[in-house]
């Protein structure tokens, strides 16, 4: 079954504790990208990958690193959360093909 | 800075009847559209891309381009309770680049 999976779906930390939101995809595409979703805001991008060790800036990545060396995962890093990145957090994978975009679970992180 | 518009809503429709939801879009470049489902706590899903202008149908949806205009729009049919959701537009911008709206509320009552 294609799928996209992250880890974990719901996480309470503290500020200053340096925590990684899995992504994971089995359907072979090249892009990746990492989303957040807040009420008002809709969804805004954080950072996105073409492809194995390409990755690029999006909209909101500040306080964000991202890594991908390997095709199926594309971990989001979070060094020093803030209560400002309370939120929920959404990857997304498409083919290079066109804009078709497949999103996870989603992951529920709440910084105290 | 690149916008997408839409109504949040909600948009209250009688079961069986047609819904209509509309987007706007800045970026005069954009070349793919799409709308997305999300039901609340859950993902996003994709259920309709456009990228030419006119209309594009898949069972009960359709979706309308209007490049001149700007202008995106999704309709419903035999609109059910299980429509009600979060309707998304999200417009590309570039490769891979997607824009999203910040959606509406679609309520459809029995």
């Known amino acids: 079954e294609a799928q996209v999976t992250q880890n974990p779906r719901y996480l309470i930390t503290v500020t200053g504790k340096k925590l990684t939101v899995t992504c994971s995809q089995n359907?072979?595409?090249?892009?990746m990208s990492w989303y957040r979703q807040d009420p008002g805001l809709g969804l805004r991008q954080i950072y996105y990958?073409?492809?194995?060790?390409?990755?690029d800036k999006g909209d909101v990545p500040e306080g964000y690193k991202v890594s991908r060396k390997e095709k199926r995962n594309f971990p989001l890093i979070l060094e020093s959360p803030s209560p400002n990145q309370t939120s929920l957090y959404f990857c997304?994978?498409?083919?290079?093909?066109?804009?078709?975009?497949?999103f996870g679970p989603g992951t529920r992180l709440t910084v105290l | 800075q690149k916008e997408v518009e839409q109504n949040s809503g909600p948009l209250s429709v009688p079961e069986g009847a047609i819904a209509s939801l509309n987007c706007t879009y800045s970026?005069?470049?954009?070349?793919?559209f799409f709308w997305y489902r999300q039901y609340s706590g859950k993902s996003p899903e994709l259920i309709m891309s456009?990228?030419?202008?006119g209309d594009k149908e898949d069972g009960r949806f359709t979706a309308q381009l209007n490049k001149a205009s700007q202008y995106v729009s999704l309709l419903i049919r035999d609109s059910q309770p299980s429509d009600s959701a979060t309707y998304l537009c999200?417009?590309?911008?570039?490769?891979?680049?997607?824009?999203f709206g910040t959606g509406t509320r679609l309520l459809v009552s029995p």
């Open positions: 997304a994978t498409a083919t290079s093909l066109n804009n078709e975009q497949f």
């Open positions: 359907m072979n595409h090249e892009y």
């Open positions: 990958s073409m492809n194995v060790e390409v990755t």
């Open positions: 970026d005069r470049g954009s070349q793919s």
């Open positions: 456009i990228y030419s202008n």
């Open positions: 999200a417009v590309g911008t570039g490769f891979q680049k997607l824009v």
